[in-house]
């Protein structure tokens, strides 16, 4: 393709975005390529901002450089931007009040944080999902002060060991009776949270937050059970939603559930020439025999170089599959994670789920669907070929025989 259809537009500055820019150059693409993103920052990785960034104070680990963007890859980059409206019909995408013309549209707009509308805006509660709040939270976390977390998943988690570990006194409050069960299934997601306690950070479970206590500044966390836990410093990190509200009336199918994007197979929207890639996007995963949205840093780089090739040569686009893959870094722990949480059979084959050290897998209707480690960085991705190769349960269990002493099943994680 030589771009005599028109600009090539990515919407969207993020890791999916970059990586289908790229990919959009080093397969051949020769027209204009335009890359639209909200913040001011160049691309950047997000999973160090609640890990190393916040730990160590290191510099933002920009993904490519101005001068790569617009004079190596020759891309008209729009920074500080925000697209408002997509209109199918003039093949137009509005950014900032002006009409920018499309042959083909990528959309790659993340998720945006969700909010408790309950909580008062008071200094010293953050979120952490871009780099300015990553910069803002770093300034205020130091050695003896008082962190509340809200929400104990994956950014939660981080988070509250980042603050653990810069000195700080820090209590994790989760709504749900044990954590992490949408992502690791109920024994597994206990047994991972389980390291909050061993390394003294207080976990909270069916915490209800009611409310903040201060004026200007928080000083506390108030729960509907009447405790009110001290914080200098609120970090709230309770999942994310789909940033595609500004296509509602574009024709772009969006998810009832949650707003997202509704893609087929090969990532296109129900608007001709429209792709998407990324956590903003539901699509059905044939690999995994299930309608999927992914928020994770593997599948954005991969599904955003995909994304951008269908698009660009949809004579030979083909489908998009992967076995979801994703790590999270706590107390200086690795908890790695493939493929789907949804089983009827979870068991710990290796290791002691009480200590530090283990490996769980998920079975569904016969076949090995899942697996999650802690520190158990090669095996895991054994796990992941297993899924991708449709194993059994019983040929997984046969390659890679159980080494635990006392196998440890749990109860359906359904």
């Not at 450089?65 to 199918?88: G, Q, W």
């Not at 914080?231 to 709230?236: E, G, M, R, T």
Request: charged share 25%; glycine share 10%; proline share 5%.
């Amino acid at each position: 393709m030589n771009g005599d259809g028109g600009a090539f537009v990515v919407v969207g500055a993020s890791l999916a975005g970059l990586r289908a820019v790229e990919a959009a150059r080093s397969d051949g693409y020769q027209g204009r390529i335009v890359l639209v993103g909200a913040e001011a920052h160049l691309p950047y990785d997000r999973p160090p901002l609640s890990k190393n960034y916040l730990l160590a104070g290191a510099e933002p680990d920009f993904l490519s450089t101005e001068t790569e963007l617009r004079e190596v890859l020759d891309v008209d980059l729009r920074l500080s931007s925000t697209a408002t409206s997509l209109n199918a019909d003039r093949r137009t995408v509005t950014v900032d009040g002006a009409e920018i013309p499309y042959g083909k549209l990528l959309i790659a707009t993340g998720a945006t944080p969700r909010r408790l509308p309950q909580l008062a805006p008071l200094g010293g509660v953050h979120e952490l999902r871009t780099l300015d709040d990553a910069q803002r939270v770093r300034k205020e976390i130091s050695a003896g002060c008082r962190v509340a977390v809200i929400g104990a998943g994956f950014i939660g988690a981080e988070t509250a060991s980042s603050a653990k570990h810069l000195g700080a006194d820090v209590v994790l409050l989760e709504a749900a009776d044990a954590p992490l069960v949408r992502a690791l299934g109920e024994s597994v997601g206990s047994a991972a949270s389980a390291l909050h306690e061993r390394n003294g950070v207080r976990l909270v479970l069916s915490a209800r937050v009611e409310g903040l206590v201060g004026e200007d500044a928080v000083r506390g966390v108030r729960l509907a059970d009447g405790e009110v836990i001290p914080a200098d410093v609120v970090v709230i990190g309770i999942g994310v939603a789909p940033a595609a509200a500004w296509l509602r009336g574009s024709g772009v199918d969006l998810h009832p559930r949650d707003g997202g994007i509704q893609c087929d197979a090969l990532l296109r929207t129900s608007v001709p020439d429209v792709y998407a890639a990324g956590d903003v996007v539901h699509w059905p995963n044939a690999i995994m025999d299930s309608a999927m949205r992914l928020e994770n840093w593997t599948n954005a780089a991969e599904m955003g170089r995909h994304a951008a090739r269908n698009a660009l040569w949809p004579e030979t686009a083909v489908p998009y599959s992967t076995v979801p893959y994703f790590w999270s870094d706590w107390y200086g722990q690795r908890l790695q994670f493939v493929g789907t949480a949804d089983a009827d059979h979870v068991e710990f084959v290796s290791g002691d789920p009480e200590a530090d050290k283990w490996v769980a897998l998920y079975r569904d209707a016969g076949r090995l669907v899942g697996a999650a480690a802690l520190n158990e960085r090669r095996r895991i991705m054994k796990y992941r070929r297993m899924i991708s190769e449709r194993l059994t349960w019983e040929e997984a269990l046969t390659r890679f025989p159980p080494d635990s002493p006392g196998r440890t099943p749990s109860a359906s994680t359904s």
